[in-house]
């Protein structure tokens, strides 16, 4: 990387000696709490030390599903693998070279710990796979909110940027699809209460900033908040001339139709 700029050695050599310490005491402490149920069993491991780079990268290119596990025992991400080495790939489900499996074995063989138990490593690839698939399925509800929009609004919805100075702004739903924007709304999942403040001065900081750029925009927010004893904080929390319209959705398709029905009719938007 360029002088100043850090790559994925970097960061894991600032934090090597707390990990260490910590792994050494997370051992311990395991130990002692589970001291009754703690068995010797017989296990199949990897023994990643006695393996050359090419003998990873053979491994990969003959069952690239292994990347992940590997990747994610190692602590790098597809980012990682982009910025250091400039190969964008699927981690989940790769499609590799030759030169490209050498490259990121040659990469990552450091980072591989000296042997790892089969069953560690296939948890490894569980979590991380279904850490994934919540992640896909939160960002479906973005999708529902903006297909709702298009069925019941008279004009089109896309995903749109525009710029205040200096600085990139995204809408999750806007319309028209180009020139001026008349209407933008902000998608927004808050899952945690402590979240309120941050999410929240995010919505009214872009609210605010779309109609200096677009004085005549209205703007309106669909939230998705759990605690519904609790979403008028929110829309206290919301209390802005710039917003003009907020409504709460759950995951439920009924309720998602509903409430962006409901925002449609405040911000004048709804079909005839």
């Given at each position: 990387?360029?002088?100043?700029?850090?790559?994925?050695?970097?960061?894991?050599?600032?934090?090597?000696?707390?990990?260490?310490?910590?792994?050494?005491?997370?051992?311990?402490?395991?130990?002692?709490?589970?001291?009754g149920y703690?068995?010797?069993?017989?296990?199949?491991?990897?023994?990643?030390?006695?393996?050359?780079?090419?003998?990873?990268?053979?491994?990969?290119?003959?069952?690239?599903?292994?990347?992940?596990?590997?990747?994610?025992?190692?602590?790098?991400?597809?980012?990682?693998?982009?910025?250091?080495?400039?190969?964008?790939?699927?981690?989940?489900?790769?499609?590799?070279?030759?030169?490209?499996?050498?490259?990121?074995?040659?990469?990552?063989?450091?980072?591989?710990?000296?042997?790892?138990?089969?069953?560690?490593?296939?948890?490894?690839d569980r979590?991380?796979?279904?850490?994934?698939?919540?992640?896909?399925g939160k960002?479906?509800?973005?999708?529902?909110?903006?297909?709702?929009?298009?069925?019941?609004?008279?004009?089109?919805?896309?995903?749109?940027?525009?710029?205040?100075?200096?600085?990139?702004?995204?809408?999750?739903?806007?319309?028209?699809?180009?020139?001026?924007?008349?209407?933008?709304?902000?998608?927004?999942?808050?899952?945690?209460?402590?979240?309120?403040?941050?999410?929240?001065?995010?919505?009214?900081?872009?609210?605010?900033?779309?109609?200096?750029?677009?004085?005549?925009?209205?703007?309106?927010?669909?939230?998705?908040?759990?605690?519904?004893?609790?979403?008028?904080?929110?829309?206290?929390?919301?209390?802005?001339?710039?917003?003009?319209?907020?409504?709460?959705?759950?995951?439920?398709?009924?309720?998602?139709?509903?409430?962006?029905?409901?925002?449609?009719?405040?911000?004048?938007?709804?079909?005839?």
């Open positions: 990387m360029p002088d100043g700029y850090a790559n994925q050695q970097d960061y894991i050599s600032r934090v090597k000696a707390a990990a260490d310490a910590r792994e050494e005491a997370i051992e311990q402490a395991l130990r002692e709490a589970f001291s703690i068995e010797r069993r017989e296990v199949e491991v990897i023994v990643f030390a006695g393996m050359s780079a090419l003998d990873l990268a053979r491994a990969i290119l003959a069952s690239p599903m292994i990347l992940k596990p590997l990747l994610a025992c190692c602590n790098i991400a597809g980012r990682a693998i982009e910025r250091d080495l400039e190969i964008s790939i699927d981690t989940y489900t790769p499609w590799l070279s030759q030169d490209q499996a050498n490259a990121i074995a040659g990469y990552m063989k450091s980072f591989l710990p000296p042997y790892l138990e089969l069953p560690a490593l296939t948890h490894l979590v991380s796979y279904i850490d994934k698939e919540i992640r896909k960002g479906g509800w973005e999708k529902k909110v903006l297909k709702a929009l298009n069925r019941h609004g008279r004009t089109t919805f896309v995903k749109r940027k525009f710029r205040v100075g200096k600085d990139d702004f995204e809408l999750d739903a806007a319309a028209p699809q180009q020139g001026s924007v008349e209407l933008g709304i902000d998608v927004k999942r808050i899952e945690a209460r402590r979240d309120i403040h941050k999410r929240c001065d995010e919505i009214v900081n872009k609210a605010s900033k779309l109609k200096d750029v677009y004085p005549g925009a209205r703007f309106g927010a669909v939230i998705y908040y759990p605690f519904i004893d609790e979403q008028i904080n929110v829309q206290n929390r919301l209390s802005s001339p710039h917003i003009d319209g907020i409504v709460f959705a759950s995951e439920a398709a009924e309720s998602v139709g509903n409430a962006v029905q409901h925002l449609l009719a405040m911000l004048g938007a709804s079909k005839a």
